[in-house]
Each structure stands twice: as C-alpha cells, then as structure tokens.
C-alpha cells in the first residue's frame, strides 16, 4: 500500500502560478498529474496532465506544453506540478497517481484549483 499527500491547491488568477506537491509513503516508479474538471463525476473522466517517471523522462497533455513542468525529487518520493500561465480552463481538481515498481497504481485525495479573477 501506497499513501499519497497532495498539498498546493488554490485559487489563482488567469496568468498566475500554482505549485502542487504529492509525497509519497515509499519510493516508486512513475508519477503523474491527472485532473478532473467540473461537471465530470467519474475516474475515468479524469485527464492526464503529466507523468514524469523514475529517470526523469516526461509526457504532458498538449494542452499544458510550455506552462506547466512536472518535476520530481526521488530522495522525497514527492512529485512536483509547477503551473505557470494558468487559464480559466485549467479549474480542475488535481490528482496525483503512482504506479509502484510492482505495477500496482494508485490515487492521491485530489486538490482543488481555480483560476478566477
């Protein structure tokens, strides 16, 4: 078992910056950003944002190219999402996903962000 602790939520204006953190209880092997936005109920309606695994390789949607960079400190088990440029379209709640050595993945608790004026 896994234990994930986001922090970093919050709301910020169109253009701002946010940070997200996700530590988790053990080393593992890739780490990812998903999100859900509002109106969207279920898991599987969750987007992916980025993924960065224990290498240091990444993958993000086209649609935070060039504004967000994940990041992740392998000694802290945490994973990073570094939010620049923020635009309305980007409320969501934010989760983390690990998928361990093992295979097995799991779900962080989820952090609201909203960009607003």
């Known amino acids: 078992q896994v234990q994930l602790v986001e922090s970093g939520g919050g709301l910020v204006q169109p253009g701002g910056s946010l940070r997200l953190s996700c530590a988790a209880s053990?080393?593992?092997?890739?780490m990812g950003w998903y999100r859900q936005a509002p109106g969207k109920e279920r898991e599987l309606e969750r987007e992916?944002?980025?993924?960065?695994?224990?290498?240091?390789?990444?993958n993000y949607a086209d649609s935070v190219k060039g504004r967000f960079t994940i990041s992740r400190d392998n000694a802290k088990n945490t994973v990073y999402l570094q939010m620049n440029s923020a635009k309305p379209e980007d409320t969501a709640v934010y989760y983390c996903?690990?998928?361990?050595?093992?295979?097995?993945?799991?779900w962080g608790q989820g952090t609201q962000v909203t960009v607003s004026s």
């Open positions: 996903k690990v998928v361990s050595w093992s295979g097995l993945y799991y």
């Open positions: 053990r080393s593992i092997d890739i």
């Open positions: 992916l944002v980025a993924t960065i695994t224990s290498g240091g390789s990444t």
